[in-house]
């Protein structure tokens, strides 16, 4: 059975969408099928593995392609009251990488947060809207067994809509990706308030007669936090400056003094050994330090790869400076890597 893990935090550009990239292809590369879950109407994941800039592309994309290719057209028969089943999403085959898919977003996802926003406070009363809480996850589900996924990995968007608390709580384990900046340590604060809220929601929905024997029941999943992840901070000689310093020490004390304390009544965390079972997990729940990409994040978007995977022509250098390029690539590898082997740990 897959595992489905959200990248989640309600503050913009954390990098959520990199993150999902980077770790969907390590994981892939470890031998693990995987597929990468474009939920953010903004699509950027989306944009980044298929090439596209502009929301041009995009509508040419969903007018080529027909069918039953992207998340939106995917939820249609229970958001717009079609009569015909949720089926799997034909997804697209990352280029560069096997065992890796996307299953591409929509710009025009949003259009659902209003009636899955009713649906959700409603819980059940209305049954027409009974199929729909339970339905994205059902989506999700098929579409990750007609690919044999062992992985499904959620790009969400920056917000606290209702989508983004439907595909939180119907996760099974979720990553908390965070910048070194004051807003990063007042969203940790803020997730402290909003995750128990949704969680009583979540309570309420997976016990509701009606939401349960919807055609696309709600499912009966508690999310686990994994861990936080704190990008792009800049290094100097290998570890972060002062400045970055207090911005990370600030949210790994949010993390475990606020974030993990809270969720912990609540079902929300794994059993102490299993984080103990990641060296260096403890205490501050930190799944990765990753330092700012600098001049390969362009390359990267260019070739549509991860930094980690760029070829010496990708890197496109020669000499020294190719000899610098492939010393940092080397070294996201073994960021991402090790990663890629904590998240196998943690979601035994
Ligand atoms: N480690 C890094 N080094 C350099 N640039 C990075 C790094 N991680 C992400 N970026 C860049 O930072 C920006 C934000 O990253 P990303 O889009 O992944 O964040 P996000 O959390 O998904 O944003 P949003 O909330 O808008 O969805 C992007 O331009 C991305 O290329
Ligand atoms: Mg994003």
Redesign the pocket.
């Known amino acids: 059975m897959h595992k489905r893990i959200a990248m989640f ?1 309600h ?9 999902t990239f980077h770790l969907g292809w390590m994981l892939a590369s470890k031998g693990h099928r995987v597929v990468l879950v474009d939920a ?1 109407p ?1 699509c ?1 994941l989306s944009g980044l593995i298929l090439g596209f800039k502009g929301e041009t592309e995009f509508e040419k994309f969903y007018e080529a392609e027909g069918g039953n290719r992207n998340i939106r057209t995917g939820l249609a028969p229970a958001f717009e009251s079609q009569p015909r089943a949720i089926e799997p999403v034909e997804c697209v085959a990352v280029q560069g990488c096997d065992r890796l898919f996307l299953l591409p977003g929509h710009i025009r996802l949003s259009e659902y947060e209003v009636t899955l926003g009713i649906a959700q406070e409603l819980s059940g009363s209305i049954q027409t809207l009974q199929n729909l809480p339970g339905s994205i996850s059902y989506l999700l589900d098929v579409t990750a067994n007609k690919y044999n996924a062992d992985f499904v990995l959620v ?1 969400m ?2 917000s606290l809509s209702s989508i983004n608390q439907n595909l939180l709580m119907t996760s099974d384990f979720f990553i908390v ?1 965070t910048s070194p900046d004051f807003f990063s340590v007042m969203a940790i604060e803020s997730l402290s308030t909003v995750i128990p809220r949704w969680h009583t929601w979540a309570e309420r929905a997976r016990q509701n007669e009606t939401l349960k024997s919807a055609a696309y029941p709600y499912p009966a999943t508690n999310p686990k936090f994994i861990g936080s992840i704190i ?2 901070y800049r290094p100097r000689k290998g570890s972060a400056t002062v400045g970055f310093q207090k911005w990370i020490d600030s949210i790994n004390d949010r993390v475990a003094n606020q974030l993990v304390k809270t969720l912990r009544p609540l079902g929300m965390v794994l059993p102490d050994n299993t984080y103990q079972a990641v060296p260096g997990l403890l205490p501050n729940y930190c799944l990765a330090q ?5 001049t390969l ?1 362009t390359k990267s ?1 260019d070739h549509r790869t991860p930094v980690f995977a760029l070829t010496d022509e990708q890197l496109g250098h020669v000499g020294t400076v190719l000899e610098g390029d492939r010393a940092k690539r080397q070294e996201f590898e073994g960021v991402f890597s090790n990663l890629a082997e904590q998240v196998e740990t943690l979601t035994k």
């Open positions: 935090n503050k913009g550009g954390v990098s959520k969408t990199t993150t953010d903004q950027n790009d968007n920056p990706p990008q792009k990753i330092a700012d990409f600098n994040i978007q």
